[in-house]
């Protein structure tokens, strides 16, 4: 049973950092590209970053570019989302997701979700 689980998330004020980590299991880590999507109150779930498994590729959306990191760690099965420079529009509640999905921005392109983690900025 493939599960992902996030942490990290939580109250932090404009112009700080968070990382969040989502660790799987169930699944081979290092044949999944690995995305982070995020989904505020009254609005649709929205793209953050992915990494593609086969060419270690990595997307960013525009609203976040420059200011979050996406790195991995094989060996613990886990994915990170570091956050800088956090703003009161980047509170949402943040999932990651697994699969080989063409398009790493589409949602339900991934076969594998996370329970998220909420982040909130104050402002």
């Known amino acids: 049973q493939v599960q992902l689980v996030e942490s990290g998330g939580g109250l932090v004020q404009a112009g700080g950092s968070l990382r969040l980590s989502c660790t799987a299991s169930?699944?081979?880590?290092?044949?999944?590209?690995m995305g982070w999507f995020r989904q505020a109150p009254g609005k649709e779930r929205e793209f953050v970053v992915a990494?593609?498994?086969?060419?270690?590729?990595?997307y960013y959306s525009d609203s976040v570019k420059g200011r979050f990191t996406i790195s991995t760690d094989s060996a613990k099965n886990t994915v990170y989302l570091q956050m800088n420079s956090l703003k009161p529009e980047d509170t949402a509640v943040y999932f990651c997701a697994a699969g080989r999905p063409e398009r790493l921005d589409l949602t339900r392109a991934y076969n594998y979700w996370g329970q998220g983690t909420q982040v909130t900025v104050s402002s």
């Open positions: 990494r593609r498994w086969n060419t270690g590729t990595t």
């Open positions: 169930g699944l081979t880590f290092s044949t999944n590209s």
